[in-house]
């Protein structure tokens, strides 16, 4: 994170908007972010495939992995790290909070100049 810019947990959905090794897209703070439920856990990912820039959202789940739907490539949700070839560039993960129904994602937004 630059100087010029502040992390704060905002709303990115409801638990309840997902379903079991389901991923939805959100827009947080100008990043295209999936967010993943599988195995009763909540995982924040970028939405974009390090080896050809697709969205890593229309993949498929698999435990604690995402697989690009374009060559394959599988992340870690945990970490961001590819598992599989040929992506070889992590993705950045995001840290998540559940808070009664609501998915919080610590997202990176530029400061107001009220701030800096
Ligand atoms: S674009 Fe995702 S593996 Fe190639």
């Known amino acids: 994170m630059s100087p ?5 947990f905002v709303r990115a959905c409801a638990v309840s908007d997902l379903k ?6 959100v ?7 999936a967010i993943v439920k599988t195995g ?5 990912i970028r939405d974009w495939c390090s080896h050809a820039a697709v969205p890593l959202s229309e993949g498929e789940v698999d435990g604690y992995t995402i697989e690009c739907w374009l060559h394959g490539s599988c992340f870690d949700l945990r970490t961001g790290q590819p598992t599989s070839m040929p992506a070889t560039v992590g993705v950045p993960v995001y840290p998540v909070k559940i808070e009664g129904d609501d998915v919080l994602v610590l997202a990176v937004f530029p400061k107001t100049e009220l701030e800096s």
Do not use: M
């Not at 010029?4 to 704060?8: K, Q």
């Open 20 to 25: 079991e090794d389901g991923v939805i897209s």
């Open 27 to 33: 827009e947080l703070g100008g990043d295209e972010i």
């Open 40 to 44: 009763g856990e909540v995982f924040a």
């Open 4 to 8: 010029s810019e502040s992390a704060a």
